[in-house]
């Protein structure tokens, strides 16, 4: 027999792709798409979606840290890399210039802890025009820094970025107010720095508003085939690319009366049966879903059937119902299709109160990722 999962995370390289190729359709020839594998590719492998995604035309990919510039390239990938993060130890610093990745700054202390290591950098300025955390606000403060940048031996500056924060609202007049000030910004900065990449948009804008692609587009959510606007991934052409499946470890019949789970927080008022799924918390399964009603569904025997109790740190129970002919070992489907049935990231985000970002990349290290293409298992 071969070897039984306890729980597995399976990613479709092939929606991976798709998912690209819609999101280029979206683009003018001259804007360049850079794919956001950041948090190992939003719980998805930065590794694999990061080949997948050059392989479907991304020009670019992005990451946060200094350890995901440094795993991308461990993974072989050569493509052009920015790290979009803050980098604060010079230890930081080099990883990134020994992956040969570019960094974004916007303070000259950066600057300076770069120009102390003595090695050439690419630089994008970040301008902070209206998310309000990272990025400096004052744009003749960043005109200064982009021409000191631009003095400094070995320095180079290649672009200048901002945030949106409210993209995914497109009714909401920040993203327009936001790029105002930007594109001010970038026809400032281009005056005295011509050939600079200026770039704002994320997923929502990047498939809303063609007036933010600018030079290049930064995608991450959709890339994965989550929707950056929390409804129906259908409605945009996405294809989930992740599956995420474990197994019944338990199956038994519970009286009126019986009890499930820490707190005795479900009790059956009629008799039914209580399938126990081998996978919890630790697994990334929210326990916030076992308080809210109605409580996360799975897809057992191709029906969808309630979580019953609290989701403890390894396991948590299902109400398979009266006459269940389910068994130990039968296949669960936490997100994904299952017969005519589909749970889908947004669904179980939108009942325990998050977004499809933190479901997605709240699937835990325990759970093995693997990948396939046209069916067929690859390597990831
Ligand atoms: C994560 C991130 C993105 C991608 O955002 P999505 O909504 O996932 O498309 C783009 N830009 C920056 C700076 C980010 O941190």
Same mark, same amino acid.
């Given at each position: 027999?071969?070897?039984?999962?306890?729980?597995? %995370?399976?990613?479709d390289?092939?929606?991976?792709?798709?998912?690209v190729?819609l999101?280029?359709?979206h683009?003018?020839?001259?804007?360049?798409?850079? %794919?956001?594998?950041?948090?190992d590719?939003?719980?998805?492998?930065?590794? =694999?979606?990061?080949?997948?995604?050059?392989?479907?035309?991304?020009?670019?990919?992005?990451?946060?840290?200094?350890?995901?510039?440094? %795993?991308?390239?461990?993974?072989? @990938?050569t493509?052009?890399?920015? $790290?979009?993060?803050?980098l604060?130890?010079?230890?930081? @610093?080099?990883?990134?210039? !020994?992956?040969?990745?570019?960094?974004?700054?916007?303070?000259?202390?950066?600057?300076?802890?770069?120009?102390?290591t003595?090695?050439?950098?690419?630089?994008?300025?970040?301008?902070?025009?209206?998310m309000?955390?990272?990025g400096?606000? *004052?744009?003749?403060?960043?005109?200064?820094l982009?021409?000191?940048?631009?003095?400094?031996?070995?320095?180079?500056?290649v672009?200048?970025?901002?945030?949106l924060?409210?993209?995914?609202?497109?009714?909401?007049p920040?993203?327009?107010?936001?790029?105002?000030r930007?594109?001010?910004?970038?026809?400032?900065?281009r005056? =005295?720095?011509?050939?600079? #990449?200026?770039?704002?948009?994320?997923?929502?804008?990047?498939? #809303?508003?063609p007036?933010?692609?600018?030079?290049?587009?930064?995608?991450? @959510?959709?890339?994965?085939?989550?929707?950056?606007?929390?409804?129906?991934? !259908?409605d945009?052409?996405?294809?989930?690319?992740?599956?995420?499946? %474990?197994?019944?470890?338990? $199956?038994k019949p519970?009286?009126?009366?019986?009890?499930?789970?820490y707190?005795?927080?479900?009790?059956? *008022?009629?008799?039914?049966t209580?399938?126990?799924?081998?996978?919890?918390?630790?697994?990334?399964?929210?326990?916030?879903?076992?308080?809210?009603?109605?409580?996360?569904? $799975?897809?057992?025997?191709?029906?969808?059937?309630?979580?019953?109790?609290?989701?403890?740190?390894?396991?948590?129970?299902?109400?398979?119902?009266?006459? =269940?002919?389910?068994?130990?070992?039968?296949?669960?489907?936490?997100?994904?299709?299952?017969?005519?049935?589909?749970?889908t990231?947004?669904?179980?985000?939108?009942?325990?109160?998050? /977004?499809?970002?933190? /479901?997605v990349c709240?699937i835990?290290r325990?759970v093995?990722?693997?990948?396939?293409?046209?069916?067929?298992p $690859?390597?990831?």
């Amino acid at each position: 027999m071969p070897p039984v999962d306890r729980t597995l %995370a399976s990613i479709d390289l092939d929606a991976v792709e798709a998912n690209v190729r819609l999101l280029r359709s979206h683009l003018g020839a001259g804007t360049e798409l850079c %794919a956001v594998v950041k948090a190992d590719g939003y719980g998805h492998g930065a590794v =694999a979606v990061g080949r997948a995604a050059v392989a479907a035309g991304a020009d670019r990919l992005a990451v946060v840290t200094a350890a995901e510039a440094t %795993a991308i390239r461990a993974g072989g @990938i050569t493509a052009p890399l920015i $790290v979009l993060g803050p980098l604060q130890a010079r230890d930081e @610093i080099d990883a990134v210039l !020994d992956a040969d990745a570019q960094i974004v700054v916007w303070h000259e202390d950066a600057v300076a802890a770069i120009q102390r290591t003595g090695r050439p950098a690419a630089l994008h300025l970040k301008h902070d025009s209206g998310m309000g955390r990272l990025g400096d606000p *004052d744009a003749d403060r960043l005109l200064r820094l982009a021409d000191r940048i631009a003095g400094a031996p070995g320095l180079e500056l290649v672009g200048a970025m901002t945030h949106l924060a409210c993209a995914d609202d497109p009714d909401d007049p920040t993203t327009d107010a936001q790029l105002e000030r930007f594109v001010e910004l970038g026809r400032r900065l281009r005056d =005295a720095h011509p050939g600079i #990449t200026l770039h704002a948009a994320n997923s929502a804008a990047t498939l #809303t508003r063609p007036d933010a692609h600018l030079d290049m587009v930064r995608v991450g @959510i959709a890339v994965y085939g989550l929707d950056p606007f929390h409804r129906d991934p !259908d409605d945009q052409g996405l294809r989930p690319a992740l599956t995420w499946t %474990a197994r019944l470890a338990a $199956v038994k019949p519970c009286p009126v009366g019986g009890a499930v789970g820490y707190g005795r927080r479900f009790v059956a *008022d009629r008799p039914t049966t209580i399938g126990t799924v081998g996978i919890g918390y630790a697994d990334g399964v929210r326990r916030a879903s076992s308080r809210v009603d109605p409580v996360a569904d $799975v897809l057992v025997g191709g029906r969808r059937v309630p979580l019953a109790g609290t989701v403890s740190m390894d396991s948590c129970g299902t109400d398979l119902g009266a006459d =269940a002919a389910d068994r130990a070992g039968d296949p669960v489907v936490l997100i994904g299709r299952q017969g005519d049935e589909r749970i889908t990231a947004e669904e179980l985000a939108a009942r325990t109160d998050t /977004i499809n970002y933190e /479901i997605v990349c709240g699937i835990s290290r325990r759970v093995p990722r693997t990948y396939h293409r046209s069916g067929r298992p $690859v390597a990831g």
